[in-house]
């Protein structure tokens, strides 16, 4: 097949989208695949990612700026003409809109005026951001732009069964469930390190890793609520705006900053517990990179860990908001070393059929359903 991916977000900034876009973009180009990247132009980016099998894929850069208080942002600068120009020259067989809003926009306009079958992947939940930044006035603003964009889509994928059900009670129609897949062969209980563990935590403490951006969304203060409980510790993976006041708030925690690869795989199996506390998740990758590590999970009751928690099987699930419930969850596993020993076995079991081969070829077989959804005439259904 011939793959074009539009990407709202690409590296060099790495969040939940760049990671979904490698690892689709691995797994097309070892199989023989052709594809090409469409992505914001940033300061000194590359023009093409080499792939895991050493195949070079090229990067179109599109003009951008970075999005006023929050540079991690790029706002795309270019034309749906530009855009389609781009789509005659690539002559793809369908175009992979990752996380579509401006630049995934104009796109899903160009590929319907070159006759190119679009899937949208829903990555990020633009209108809670919204309301967690104090402007929920734009909440119904974003969906009416969301549902411009996927409702011009020959089919949007959702993350989860609540995130699907969000969409379709928004009126985004044509809508599947396509889940995220997890490197099994990175994270991993084997690399449970003793001596990284001491450096966070005394030999009776237990270890608690949160692992993310620290940014306002991802709600982090309210791990506040386990950062003062006697015999644990915390230990914060990640970097972000938040960090400083983070650092101020929690100043028994460990912040080990960003981490990736086989040292950030090592920060995940060598804690106790991983807690995510953020309530936008529209999935929630890095809880299936601590289950994958064999530790138990503890995040909101909303969007994506409902899907991928088991209460009282794989960790648990609080309401939103009742910090108490999340403390008194962490106790149960942290002070219970038989439990959250058959939890993290269990959590660890729970994401083995999830790797990225199998995500990847299911996200093939929508593919294929978009471009015979394109050739049937409407009304022919």
């Given at each position: 097949m011939r793959i074009l991916v539009v990407a709202e977000s690409f590296l060099p900034h790495m969040n939940g989208v760049t990671n979904s876009v490698l690892r689709v973009v691995d797994h097309f180009a070892a199989t023989g695949d052709e594809l090409a990247i469409i992505a914001p132009q940033w300061p000194r980016a590359e023009t093409s990612v080499r792939t895991a099998c050493g195949r070079v894929v090229p990067v179109h850069r599109v003009p951008s700026a970075p999005l006023p208080g929050y540079s991690a942002v790029r706002i795309a600068a270019t034309s749906a003409a530009a855009l389609r120009r781009?789509?005659?020259?690539f002559r793809p067989d369908v175009v992979h809109l990752a996380s579509p809003t401006i630049l995934g926009g104009r796109a899903v306009v160009a590929a319907q005026k070159a006759g190119v079958p679009t899937v949208a992947v829903f990555q990020t939940d633009i209108p809670g951001y919204t309301a967690r930044y104090g402007m929920p006035f734009l909440e119904s603003a974003s969906w009416r732009a969301l549902?411009?964009?996927?409702?011009?889509?020959?089919?949007?994928?959702?993350?989860?069964?609540?995130?699907?059900?969000?969409?379709?009670?928004?009126?985004?129609?044509r809508v599947d469930l396509w889940r995220r897949g997890v490197?099994?062969?990175?994270?991993?209980?084997?690399?449970?390190?003793?001596?990284?563990?001491?450096?966070?935590?005394?030999?009776?403490?237990?270890?608690?890793?949160?692992?993310?951006?620290?940014?306002?969304?991802?709600?982090?203060?309210?791990?506040?609520?386990?950062?003062?409980?006697?015999?644990?510790?915390?230990?914060?993976v990640g970097d972000g705006p938040d960090r400083e006041a983070l650092r101020r708030r929690m100043p028994r925690a460990r912040f080990a900053g960003f981490r990736s690869g086989t040292d950030l795989a090592a920060h995940l199996a060598s804690a106790d517990l991983f807690i995510h506390p953020g309530e936008l998740e529209t999935f929630g990758q890095t809880i299936q990179e601590a289950m994958a590590s064999g530790l138990p999970v503890i995040a909101p009751r909303r969007g994506g860990p409902v899907d991928l928690i088991a209460p009282s099987r794989t960790g648990w699930l609080y309401t939103p908001g009742m910090l108490d419930e999340l403390r008194e969850q962490a106790g149960d596993l942290l002070f219970d070393d038989s439990k959250r020993r058959a939890f993290g076995r269990a959590a660890l079991e729970s994401v083995h059929k999830r790797t990225w081969p199998v995500l990847a070829e299911q996200l093939r077989a929508y593919y294929l359903s978009a471009m015979e959804r394109h050739r049937t005439p409407l009304g022919a259904h």
């Open positions: 781009r789509i005659e020259e549902r411009d964009v996927h409702n011009r889509a020959t089919l949007t994928l959702a993350p989860s069964t609540r995130t699907r059900d969000e969409l379709i009670e928004h009126d985004i129609e490197d099994t062969s990175l994270f991993s209980p084997s690399l449970h390190d003793p001596e990284l563990r001491a450096r966070y935590a005394d030999p009776d403490e237990k270890l608690v890793v949160y692992m993310g951006r620290l940014a306002p969304e991802k709600q982090v203060a309210d791990l506040e609520v386990i950062h003062d409980m006697p015999g644990v510790r915390l230990l914060i």
